[in-house]
């Protein structure tokens, strides 16, 4: 009998992240309709329905764990930094000086999983001024593309961030492998590679 119910609970689990997945997927195709009528709904129900099992994905392990006022402290910092970057982009194009190179940098992340590590180059990318270009997923490093990143303090400065949104996400919803992690690796740029490990 106690086989069976964590058997039970294990396709319950999965039921409710096949159930968010599609929910998610729908609310995206609508998003990309601009517009809520029935027919979009049915549709993005019927199509997410068929991507999820044509085009089968190894399922998202979610941590189990949330915390709203860490998840709202990294939206907060998520909106500032959205928009002091926007300006600052926008100022590269008005100024007379020319924008400084580029540089490609590369952050050894803490954290092992899929989400997070997909939620932080999200992130990353989201902002004006830098872009995920690769990643490397076994062994958790990022790559991006900063714009004038073209000093020594630029490069430590842009590869902070990334460390600070790792950092953010994981205190918001990373498990508690990834709090460990955090906590013996409070500053991943102590190391002279400015790699987490």
């Known amino acids: 009998m106690s086989k069976g119910r ?9 039921f409710v992240q096949q159930l968010v997945l599609v929910f998610f ?24 329905l068929v991507v999820t099992r ?9 941590s189990g764990r949330f915390n709203i006022i860490h998840a709202l402290n990294y939206g ?29 940098i590369a952050c050894d992340l803490r954290t092992s ?19 995920i270009i690769d990643s490397d997923r076994a062994l958790g ?5 900063v714009l004038d990143c073209d000093s020594e303090e630029k490069i430590i400065s842009a590869k902070e961030q990334v460390y600070h949104i790792e950092e953010l996400l ?11 992690a955090l906590k013996a690796y409070p500053n991943p740029m102590a190391d002279d590679d400015g790699g987490a490990r």
């Open 6 to 14: 964590p058997r039970r609970m294990a396709k319950g689990r999965s």
């Open 25 to 48: 997927l729908v609310v995206l195709w609508v998003m990309l309709w601009d517009s809520v009528s029935i027919m979009h709904i049915l549709t993005g129900v019927v199509l997410a």
């Open 54 to 62: 044509v085009f089968y994905l190894p399922p998202v392990v979610l």
């Open 76 to 104: 907060l910092w998520f909106l500032y930094s959205l928009f002091q970057a926007s300006v600052e982009v926008a100022w590269f194009a008005f100024r007379s000086r020319a924008v400084g190179s580029g540089s490609v």
């Open 113 to 131: 999983s899929d989400l997070l590590m997909t939620l932080v180059a999200d992130t990353a990318s989201l902002i004006p001024g830098s872009i």
């Open 141 to 145: 490093i990022l790559y991006l593309h």
């Open 170 to 180: 994981i205190r918001a919803l990373g498990s508690h492998r990834d709090l460990a």
